[in-house]
C-alpha cells in the first residue's frame, strides 16, 4: 500500500534540503527549521499532528525531529551551499566492505564518462548500505537501473547520517567492483 503522506513528503523534503527561502522558512546552520513555521505559514496545509506522520512514516527515514519536537530537519540530500550538518565520520573499523549506489542506465552512462559519481546539485553523493536500498534509489529513476557496488575502503572522507545513509563528496570509477543492470 503506498503510503498517503507521499505528495507532502516531497514537498517537505523541497523545502528542508533546497528551498526553505521560497516558502518564507527560517533553517539554522545544522538545517533544523521550527515546526510551528512549517505549519503556521501554511506551506504544506497540514497539522502538526500530520507533520509527525510523515516523519514517522516515511520509507526512508528522511527526517528528524529535535528532542522537544518543535524542530524538524531533513537527515542530508541538502542542495544548499551554507549549510554545516554534522555527520558521523567513518572509519576502517566502523566501514562496511562495500556501499551501493542506484541509479539510472542514463546516469551510468555520464558516470563512465566524468569517470565518478559526483555530487552535482548536492552536497555529498549518497550510498546504501545494502542492495535493496539501493534498488529503491535507482527505482525513481524509471524502470533502467543500475546498481554499482564500492569498495568502501577506497572512498575519502566517508560519512554516515544517523539513518544509515554513506556521505562522500565524489566517487571516482576505480572504487567501483561491480555494476549490475536492471
Same mark, same amino acid.
Given at each position: 500500500?503506498?503510503?498517503?503522506?507521499?505528495?507532502?513528503?516531497?514537498?517537505?523534503?523541497?523545502?528542508?534540503?533546497?528551498?526553505?527561502?521560497?516558502?518564507?522558512?527560517?533553517?539554522?546552520?545544522?538545517?533544523?527549521?521550527?515546526?510551528?513555521?512549517?505549519?503556521?505559514?501554511?506551506?504544506?496545509?497540514?497539522?502538526?499532528?500530520?507533520?509527525?506522520?510523515?516523519?514517522?512514516?516515511?520509507?526512508?527515514?528522511?527526517?528528524?525531529?529535535?528532542?522537544?519536537?518543535?524542530?524538524?530537519?531533513?537527515?542530508?540530500?541538502?542542495?544548499?551551499?551554507?549549510?554545516?550538518?554534522?555527520?558521523?565520520?567513518?572509519?576502517?573499523?566502523?566501514?562496511?566492505?562495500?556501499?551501493?549506489?542506484?541509479?539510472?542506465?542514463?546516469?551510468?552512462?555520464?558516470?563512465?564518462?566524468? =569517470?565518478?559519481? &559526483?555530487?552535482? $546539485?548536492?552536497?555529498? +553523493?549518497? #550510498?546504501?548500505?545494502? *542492495?535493496?536500498?539501493?534498488?529503491? !534509489?535507482?527505482?525513481?529513476?524509471?524502470?533502467?537501473?543500475?546498481?554499482?557496488?564500492?569498495?568502501?575502503?577506497? =572512498?575519502?572522507? &566517508?560519512?554516515? $547520517?544517523?539513518?544509515? +545513509?554513506? #556521505?562522500?563528496?565524489? *566517487?571516482?570509477?576505480?572504487?567501483? !567492483?561491480?555494476?549490475?543492470?536492471?
Amino acid at each position: 500500500m503506498r503510503n498517503p503522506y507521499t505528495r507532502l513528503s516531497r514537498k517537505l523534503s523541497f523545502i528542508l534540503r533546497h528551498h526553505p527561502e521560497k516558502f518564507n522558512i527560517s533553517m539554522d546552520k545544522q538545517g533544523w527549521c521550527l515546526v510551528k513555521d512549517i505549519v503556521a505559514k501554511g506551506t504544506l496545509k497540514i497539522t502538526v499532528n500530520t507533520l509527525f506522520d510523515i516523519v514517522k512514516t516515511d520509507d526512508k527515514g528522511r527526517y528528524q525531529l529535535s528532542e522537544d519536537r518543535r524542530k524538524i530537519r531533513a537527515l542530508q540530500g541538502h542542495s544548499i551551499p551554507w549549510l554545516e550538518m554534522e555527520f558521523e565520520d567513518v572509519t576502517p573499523e566502523n566501514m562496511p566492505q562495500f556501499l551501493y549506489h542506484g541509479t539510472s542506465n542514463h546516469n551510468f552512462q555520464k558516470i563512465m564518462k566524468s =569517470l565518478s559519481i &559526483l555530487s552535482m $546539485s548536492r552536497q555529498y +553523493v549518497h #550510498l546504501s548500505p545494502d *542492495v535493496e536500498t539501493a534498488k529503491k !534509489v535507482a527505482g525513481r529513476h524509471g524502470h533502467k537501473m543500475v546498481i554499482i557496488t564500492i569498495d568502501a575502503h577506497k =572512498l575519502e572522507n &566517508l560519512k554516515c $547520517s544517523l539513518n544509515n +545513509v554513506y #556521505l562522500v563528496k565524489n *566517487v571516482p570509477i576505480s572504487s567501483f !567492483v561491480k555494476y549490475d543492470f536492471f
